[in-house]
């Protein structure tokens, strides 16, 4: 198994969590907080990001945990497609934006890392 003792260890599920927080901050704020359907699918797809990677953390094989890294990596192109959907309806700025989308593909590169690496070490 992977050398995280706790996934509160795991950087990308650190950044996953500061996204989430991110995501709930801004979809509290005017016309967003009324778009219930938009604002309740982002906000879940967001949280599955994290809740992805400690989930498979509490599996019991790397390639368990390497599989759950995969759905969390689903869950960020997720978000960042609803991204697109709140820019184009003026609910989130450029910046807000680009800094999020940013932080997501990032996101996306650590657990793809992580999930190779777990594969190859199973062998």
């Known amino acids: 198994m992977a050398k995280f003792s706790k996934f509160e ?3 990308a599920w650190q950044k996953a969590h500061e996204v989430t927080l991110s995501v709930y901050r801004i ?9 219930f359907g938009l604002k309740d699918q982002i906000r879940r797809a967001s949280v599955s990001i994290m809740a ?13 945990f390497a599989n759950f890294l995969n759905v969390s ?21 450029q910046q807000d934006f680009d800094e999020l989308y940013g932080q997501l593909t990032e996101i ?3 657990t793809l890392s992580l999930a ?5 070490s199973d062998k």
């Open 108 to 110: 996306s590169r650590m």
């Open 73 to 93: 990596r689903g869950s960020v192109a997720e978000v960042q497609s609803h991204l697109y959907v709140a820019l184009g309806l003026a609910y989130v700025s």
């Open 116 to 120: 190779q690496y777990l594969r190859t």
């Open 9 to 11: 260890e795991i950087q």
């Open 27 to 35: 979809t509290t704020n005017g016309d967003f907080a009324k778009d």
């Open 52 to 64: 992805n990677i400690a989930e498979g953390h509490g599996r019991k094989s790397n390639s368990e």
